[in-house]
């Protein structure tokens, strides 16, 4: 069973073309199964369902296996394969028997061969250089897709599992780096585990390095969270979530229907979740010790929480310098790796602001390099006695500022947005200057309209 075949089964079982979407997938990856993908491609653009069944009865001589490799390592490997197949071919044809006397030939040939390497290259090297009006097709391509995952009610990023992030970013996406902050307490490490149990929800691989704590209180802080969720419960027979006070003290739930639900997670939750954690805190993890892990870990999200516990590359003066350096590395792995990279650093008290606020993109504590890094700061604050988390955005590379507030009892894994959604801010300005705009328009029509007269 090929790459192709198993990618399009792959896509067919998940009823959807978003992964693909998301990796830049075209037709011209297809060498075998292009018709398959072609289909595909048709029904989500025409919001037709994609289901085994239809495309069996479309393609009945195809060879539909289902395959245990996640979807997202399968389009990787088709990447790779395809840039295999052109290196290979272009290394025939440079070796294709030709008189080796012949130099015109060979020149020709050695000159297809390095424009053929040098596009691989470009493809998969650290950096690359865009002619911006020749390169149109690939941007048009691009929009194409994205505009494929909204009409289907996707998002062009990974889920967040609260209806303003992904409102507003998109969910999480490539190449961006996310900085949360708050105070000890203020459930910054909550969110960033909610983060990671919608990632793995939707099929994704979330990745997540926690020099904090131990593997132990971040399993019950997932299950947790896992078993909050309707569909969950419903699936594992569950009247409510596991509270994860109970599990971690080993007490107050009946242990085969704990044992049933992690069976339940092993064999059907779609994604998955790897977690680092350090065994011993004197031995601090560092940004070179992650970037060699997630060359091995195909990862789709990664989480570093918190910053302030890595330890440097080197030793320097002052800690904002130390902390400065380690921001730095770790913003440039989501371009290395074209994944979103979220971070987490403490707020500085006496900067949190009023006591009903969340914190700034001015409260981080220790340094100001994580918020200049980072694409957007998010500040995070927990209100016990209203059982309600406030989340404030006042950095937003790419759109406005925004604010919410979610429904959060973190021992029942409940965390809601409750806030109704403002559609004005995805369109970039507010109603206030939408009004100003319309009415200079209509201002100058009437000049205009004034200085036809008189002519």
């Known amino acids: 069973m090929s790459v192709e075949t198993s990618v399009i089964t792959g896509l067919s079982s998940e009823g959807s073309l978003k992964k693909a979407l998301q990796a830049g997938l075209t037709h011209d990856d297809f060498e075998i199964c292009d018709e398959e993908f072609a289909w595909m491609v048709e029904r989500s653009e025409s919001k037709m369902p994609i289901t ?3 495309f069996k009865r479309k393609f009945p001589e195809f060879d539909f296996q289902i395959v245990d490799e996640p979807l997202v390592d399968l389009i990787d490997e088709l990447k790779k394969e395809r ?3 052109q290196i290979s071919s272009a290394i025939d044809e440079l070796l294709g028997g030709e008189d080796p006397l012949d130099q015109d030939n060979a020149l020709d040939k050695a000159s297809g061969f390095i424009e053929v390497i040098e596009q691989v290259r470009k493809m998969s090297g650290h950096h690359s250089y865009v002619l911006i009006k020749a390169g149109w097709e690939a941007h048009y391509q691009k929009m194409k897709s994205l505009a494929a995952l909204r009409s289907n009610g996707d998002i062009p990023g990974i889920p967040t599992g609260l ?3 992904d409102h507003h970013w998109g969910g999480l996406q490539g190449e961006t780096a996310y900085l949360y902050l708050g105070r000890p307490g203020d459930a910054k490490s909550f969110s960033l585990a909610q983060l990671v149990i919608e990632a793995a929800w939707a099929g994704y691989r ?6 904090e704590m131990s593997e132990y209180q971040h399993t019950c802080r997932f299950h947790t969270l896992l078993s909050g969720k309707k569909e969950v419960q419903e699936a594992c ?13 080993g007490r107050g739930f009946n242990m085969k229907t704990y044992r049933r639900f992690c069976q339940w997670l092993d064999s059907e939750l779609p994604g998955e979740m790897v977690l680092f954690t350090q065994k011993y805190r004197r031995e601090k993890m560092t940004v ?5 892990i997630l060359k091995d870990v195909d990862a789709d999200l990664v989480i570093i929480d918190p910053v302030y516990k890595l330890r440097p590359p080197r030793y320097r003066g002052t800690r904002w310098e130390e902390l400065g350096e380690i921001t730095d590395g770790l913003v440039d792995l989501a371009h290395e790796f074209n994944v979103p990279v979220v971070l987490s650093n403490q707020a500085n008290r006496a900067m949190v602001g009023a006591k009903d606020d969340a914190p700034s993109m001015n409260s981080s504590f220790g340094s100001d390099t994580p918020v200049q890094e980072a694409d957007t700061v998010v500040g995070v604050r927990h209100f016990d006695s209203e059982r309600k988390l406030k989340l404030k955005c006042t950095k937003n590379r790419y759109g406005e500022r925004f604010m919410f507030e979610a429904r959060f009892l973190p021992n029942y894994g409940v965390l809601q ?4 959604i403002n559609d004005v801010y995805s369109r970039g300005f507010d109603q206030d200057k939408l009004a100003q705009i ?7 029509e009437a000049a205009e309209a004034e200085n036809d007269t008189y002519a």
Do not use: C, K, W
């Open 52 to 54: 085994p069944i239809f």
């Open 83 to 85: 840039a295999y197949i």
């Open 163 to 165: 209806e303003h992030l």
């Open 206 to 211: 979330a990745v997540m390095f926690s020099p």
């Open 237 to 249: 027979g569950l009247s409510e979530a596991f509270p994860n006070r109970a599990l971690r003290e």
């Open 288 to 292: 070179g010790y992650i970037r060699s």
């Open 417 to 420: 947005d409750i806030t109704p």
């Open 438 to 444: 319309e009415a200079q328009l209509e201002a100058d």
